[in-house]
């Protein structure tokens, strides 16, 4: 979200999605979004759209990553060390 943000704000400064990627990968390093992903919002927000959220989609939400299933998983690996 906090890079979709940033994309935007280089975007109306009128900034090409090539520099654009460019200072994410200087700030994220490895973190950065691709730049094929760069691309893509900058043709969302050519189009008008301006929301940088994610619409709702349709199908089962994520469930693996719920405290419950953490402190399983992190209890299986230091039982595993044993």
């Known amino acids: 979200m906090e890079q979709r943000v940033n994309i935007e ?16 990968v200087k700030v994220y390093g ?10 893509e919002w900058f043709k969302r927000f050519r189009d008008g759209k301006e ?4 619409v709702p989609r349709s199908g089962r939400p994520p469930t693996s990553t719920t405290p419950d299933n953490i402190e399983r ?10």
Do not use: P, Q
Request: proline share 0%.
């Open 51 to 54: 929301e940088v959220k994610d």
């Open 9 to 24: 704000f280089c975007f109306k400064l009128g900034k090409t999605a090539t520099e654009t990627h460019g200072m994410l």
């Open 30 to 39: 490895v973190d950065a979004v691709s730049k094929n992903c760069v691309f």
């Open 73 to 82: 998983v992190r209890r299986m690996l230091a039982d595993d060390r044993l």
